[in-house]
């Protein structure tokens, strides 16, 4: 991605059309160096294979409820049961942000950075909103399944769609700039560590297959790193099974 005539909030360098958000790496590159900080950056890549995950299914789950008929309740019960998975992962994801993310980066990050997490935290109000409408319209169309709950709930969930797609591209080209840099590795840690404990074991599977999707492989070993050996083992040949089981469900297709 080029971007011109953006300040990278972590060292107040000015962005040309000769710089870049590599999004692999997730940091800024400039020609004809990169910018580097004055330690090692926080490798903040996992954040990346959440959020494509996020993303994704937030993007497909309009039409997957599109495509259940009126009055077909036990397919509405399917698609709502995944609904309430990923709401319940994006409102626990911006919890542990707004409890163990925004704070120290405040504390370390340069002053000119709290408009740019000020921004952050209006997106967050305006997501839980809409995860709020979200949860309503999701009520109404399990009790009913009729077409017009149906329609209402596609609504709501495009809005929530098109608000973190918003949210998530802000972060990535701002703040996890800034966490890369002026966190350490144990604040960075708190704050995988308190996501994953948000996830009931029962669904663990399921959300690493999630992830794992299309989430980088050096990554997603690197968040199984500290698992005992057989979770290293059988955790990344089982998971991406469960998850297409559950597309196909959901999705109408294992790869969706």
């Given at each position: 991605?080029?971007?011109?005539?953006?300040?990278d909030?972590?060292?107040?360098?000015?962005?040309?059309?000769?710089?870049?958000?590599?999004?692999?790496?997730a940091?800024?590159?400039?020609?004809?160096?990169?910018?580097?900080?004055d330690?090692?950056?926080?490798?903040?890549r996992?954040?990346?294979?959440?959020?494509?995950?996020?993303?994704?299914?937030?993007r497909?789950?309009?039409?997957?409820?599109a495509?259940?008929?009126?009055g077909?309740?036990?397919?509405?019960?399917?698609?709502?049961?995944h609904?309430?998975?990923?709401?319940?992962?994006l409102?626990?994801?911006?919890?542990?942000?707004?409890?163990?993310?925004?704070?120290?980066?405040?504390?370390?990050?340069?002053?000119?950075?709290?408009?740019?997490?000020?921004?952050?935290?209006?997106?967050h109000?305006?997501?839980d909103?809409?995860l709020?409408?979200?949860?309503?319209?999701?009520?109404?169309?399990?009790?009913g399944?009729?077409?017009?709950?149906?329609?209402?709930?596609?609504?709501?969930?495009q809005?929530?769609?098109?608000?973190?797609?918003?949210?998530?591209?802000?972060?990535?080209?701002?703040?996890?700039?800034?966490?890369?840099?002026?966190?350490?590795?144990?604040?960075?840690?708190?704050?995988?560590?308190a996501?994953?404990?948000a996830i009931?074991?029962?669904?663990?599977?399921?959300?690493?297959?999630?992830?794992?999707?299309?989430?980088?492989?050096?990554?997603?070993?690197?968040?199984?790193?500290?698992?005992?050996?057989?979770?290293?083992?059988?955790?990344?040949?089982?998971a991406?099974r469960?998850?297409?089981?559950?597309?196909?469900?959901?999705?109408?297709?294992?790869?969706?």
């Amino acid at each position: 991605m080029n971007t011109a005539n953006t300040m990278d909030p972590s060292t107040g360098h000015q962005h040309s059309t000769r710089c870049w958000w590599d999004v692999t790496r997730a940091r800024w590159v400039c020609a004809p160096t990169a910018v580097e900080p004055d330690h090692p950056p926080v490798d903040v890549r996992d954040m990346l294979v959440v959020h494509t995950a996020l993303l994704r299914e937030f993007r497909l789950a309009p039409a997957a409820v599109a495509r259940v008929p009126a009055g077909a309740r036990r397919q509405a019960g399917r698609v709502d049961r995944h609904l309430g998975l990923l709401c319940d992962l994006l409102h626990h994801h911006h919890e542990g942000e707004d409890e163990l993310l925004w704070p120290p980066l405040r504390e370390r990050a340069p002053a000119r950075a709290a408009a740019l997490l000020d921004v952050a935290e209006a997106q967050h109000a305006g997501l839980d909103g809409a995860l709020e409408r979200v949860r309503d319209a999701r009520r109404r169309w399990v009790a009913g399944s009729d077409a017009g709950s149906r329609e209402e709930l596609v609504a709501a969930l495009q809005t929530l769609h098109g608000l973190l797609a918003e949210h998530l591209d802000t972060e990535e080209r701002t703040l996890l700039p800034l966490a890369a840099a002026h966190l350490t590795e144990a604040q960075w840690r708190a704050v995988g560590e308190a996501g994953a404990a948000a996830i009931a074991k029962s669904q663990m599977l399921l959300v690493f297959g999630m992830f794992a999707y299309e989430g980088d492989p050096e990554v997603l070993t690197t968040m199984l790193a500290e698992a005992p050996a057989p979770v290293r083992v059988l955790v990344p040949r089982v998971a991406p099974r469960v998850y297409a089981r559950r597309a196909a469900q959901v999705h109408g297709t294992p790869r969706p």
